[in-house]
């Protein structure tokens, strides 16, 4: 089974890629962000967010365990969250990758001020910190990282 994991800002274009992947690749799609408006009823509420992420590991679990790969769907912008992530991957996956998409960071918030749902920019600005200092690669777990720039056709 492979996990997929996003791993990028707000407004570069990962959940558009993501989506296709999943649909061309009939892997079942996660994002934190739907459970979100599923246990919320909005995206942007981060109250629930241990519940949130708990119920995704739950999905995950179930769906690697029922012999189905996965794309996961969210920021993770912090090497700590990617590493949670890789290793509760590990324990269902034979192979985790990690697509990175990039952009520059103004491109990021351009795109993102034309979204419905806006990320506050001091948030975008703590991601890309943490992108910058501390880049997505194999030494976190991964099998694989794959750098993906969405300003090139």
């Known amino acids: 089974m492979i ?16 989506k ?13 962000d739907d459970i979100r408006v599923e246990l ?3 995206a942007d509420d981060q109250s629930r967010n241990s519940e949130v992420w708990d119920v995704a590991y739950q999905r995950m679990d179930a769906e690697l365990a029922a012999g189905r790969d996965i794309v996961v769907d969210a920021t ?7 590493m949670k992530l890789v290793a509760r991957c590990r324990q ?12 520059p960071y103004r491109v990021c918030l351009h795109r993102n001020q034309q979204r419905e ?3 506050p920019e001091f948030s975008m600005g703590l991601m890309a910190g943490w992108l910058e200092a501390y880049p997505p690669s194999e030494a976190e777990g991964f099998d694989e990282v794959v750098k993906v ?3 090139e056709r």
Do not use: H, M, Q
Not at 25 to 32: D, E, L, T
């Open 76 to 82: 993770s912008a912090r090497r700590g969250d990617r």
């Open 3 to 18: 996990a997929t994991i996003g791993i990028g800002l707000p407004g570069v274009g990962k959940t558009t890629r993501l």
């Open 40 to 42: 919320t009823g909005n």
């Open 117 to 119: 749902r806006v990320v």
């Open 92 to 103: 269902g996956a034979d192979r985790i990758v990690g697509v990175w998409f990039t952009a």
């Open 149 to 151: 720039n969405t300003c």
């Open 20 to 32: 296709k992947l999943a649909a061309e690749s009939g892997a079942v799609y996660i994002c934190p």
